[in-house]
């Protein structure tokens, strides 16, 4: 079946730190690997994605990396601000039309 | 903000209930998707509309159930209402078939069955 799993599923980081999460998932179908952010009350918002014929890709201090031969890809931020924590959800579709979302990872910004 | 509301904010229902939830896409986008999401969990997919068609299904039985409308509004409908449904309820609209593109996602309306 289709498996997601994220690591870890809560992270604490002090303010400047980076941080890193790392999804993991089942099917070797999939080619599009998206991030989303939900802030608490509110609506997931992606954040990055990447597909499948890319390995890494950046947007000022976020950036997502693939390794589509280990079935893995991974969120990275770095110089981290307050406002950065929130749950993170990978959500990776399994070639076909839907997406299917990870377990979460709770990210706290320490000042 | 993208663009994609939803309503009732809201809703208390009973058990064994039934409840209809709406969603209104951005202009122009012709797949909407619908998500479960229970407290401290991922989004679950329930289902799929393409152009007023049913495109996928997740692992939920047919007491729910949707409808897609040519002017980029949905509904979806959960009958006989178990204190299991209690989750925020997401619609999440994109130009094309979804799964291989970025969804908009609206805020959700939240769900409580007494």
């Known amino acids: 079946g289709e498996n997601v799993e994220q690591h870890p599923s809560t992270l604490s980081v002090q303010e400047g730190d980076s941080a890193v999460i790392k999804c993991t998932y089942s099917?070797?179908?999939?080619?599009?690997f998206p991030w989303y952010k939900q802030e608490l009350g509110k609506r997931p918002q992606l954040i990055i994605d990447i597909r499948s014929n890319v390995g890494e890709k950046k947007d000022q201090r976020i950036a997502v990396t693939l390794n589509k031969t280990a079935k893995h890809f991974s969120l990275h931020i770095t110089e981290t601000q307050p406002e950065d924590s929130a749950v993170y959800f990978c959500a990776p579709n399994f070639g076909n039309e839907k997406l299917t979302f990870g377990t979460g990872t709770r990210l706290t910004i320490i000042p | 903000e993208t663009g994609v509301t939803q309503s009732p904010t809201h809703l208390i229902k009973t058990r064994g209930q039934q409840v209809t939830l709406r969603c209104s896409s951005q202009s122009g986008h012709n797949t909407v998707s619908w998500y479960q999401q229970a407290l401290g969990q991922g989004p679950q997919f329930i289902f799929q509309?393409?152009?007023?068609?049913?495109?996928g299904r997740g692992n939920f039985p047919p007491r729910f159930s949707g409808l897609q409308f040519p002017n980029y509004s949905s509904e979806l409908n959960v009958n006989a209402l178990e204190l299991d449904d209690s989750a925020l309820y997401l619609c999440?609209?994109?130009?094309?078939?979804?799964?291989?593109?970025?969804?908009?996602f609206g805020p959700g309306t939240r769900l409580t069955v007494l």
């Open positions: 509309y393409y152009r007023e068609e049913e495109n």
């Open positions: 999440a609209s994109s130009p094309g078939l979804a799964g291989s593109g970025e969804q908009f």
């Open positions: 099917d070797s179908a999939s080619n599009y």
